[in-house]
T-cell receptor, first 113, second 117 residues
Framework: KNQVEQSPQSLIILEGKNCTLQ??????????LRWYKQDTGRGPVSLTI???SENTKSNGRYTATLDADTKQSSLHITASQLSDSASYIC????????????WGAGTKLIIKP | GAGVSQSPSNKVTEKGKDVELRCDPI?????LYWYRQRLGQGLEFLIY????????KSGLPSDRFSAERTGESVSTLTIQRTQQEDSAVYLC???????????????FGPGTRLTVT
């Protein structure tokens, strides 16, 4: 069964610190892996999209990595800001569908001043 | 340009009533998705529209749920005889083309928060 699991479920860090969020998936074969940021009360916003052949992709202070062999991805946030408080969702697109996406449950990140 | 819009932003209804939720996708986007998100949980796929093709309704949880889309424009999600377990945020997303293996981005609306009392 295609699944995407994220850890930790929630995380609290101090402003200015770095953090890394984890994503493990069983989707195989897969086409691409995405990370979304969802602020409270808003819809998700795309941060990065990586194809199966990419190892890393950055978007400002966000850097996503992908290891297709171990079926793991991580999202690293550098020099966290209060505005980074949100849920971060890992999403995997199976190769056998041109529109289906497998969504993780998300990691709730809280940045404290 | 304008993003995806949804209305109403909040809806409180009594159990047993019907509700209709609306989604206006980004102009020119052929693909449209509806998702449900219960409090503290991940997104749950409901239905997918692509142009004039038959929609994928495989995610609709019961026959009380239905959705329509006219061409590549507005979509409505209707829930009949609402139940308390229908309480959730209903999110709509659109993308230029099918947003799966093609890597097209999905753009989300702000959602409709439905509360069934």
């Amino acid at each position: 069964k295609n699944q995407v699991e994220q850890s930790p479920q929630s995380l609290i860090i101090l402003e200015g610190k770095n953090c890394t969020l984890q994503c493990n998936y069983t989707v195989s074969p897969f086409s691409n892996l995405r990370w979304y940021k969802q602020d409270t009360g808003r819809g998700p916003v795309s941060l990065t999209i990586m194809t199966f052949s990419e190892n890393t992709k950055s978007n400002g202070r966000y850097t996503a990595t992908l290891d297709a062999d171990t079926k793991q991805s991580s999202l690293h946030i550098t020099a966290s800001q209060l505005s980074d408080s949100a849920s971060y969702i890992c999403v995997v697109a199976p190769m056998d569908s041109n529109y289906q996406l497998i969504w993780g449950a998300g990691t709730k990140l809280i940045i404290k001043p | 340009g304008a993003g995806v819009s949804q209305s109403p932003s909040n809806k409180v209804t009594e159990k047993g009533k019907d509700v209709e939720l609306r989604c206006d996708p980004i102009s020119g986007h052929t693909a449209l998705y509806w998702y449900r998100q219960r409090l503290g949980q991940g997104l749950e796929f409901l239905i997918y529209f692509q142009g004039n093709s038959a929609p994928d309704k495989s995610g609709l949880p019961s026959d009380r749920f239905s959705a329509e889309r006219t061409g590549e424009s507005v979509s409505t999600l209707t829930i009949q005889r609402t139940q308390q377990e229908d309480s959730a945020v209903y999110l709509c997303a659109s993308s230029l083309r099918a947003s799966g293996r093609s890597s097209y981005e999905q753009y989300f609306g702000p959602g409709t928060r439905l509360t069934v009392t």
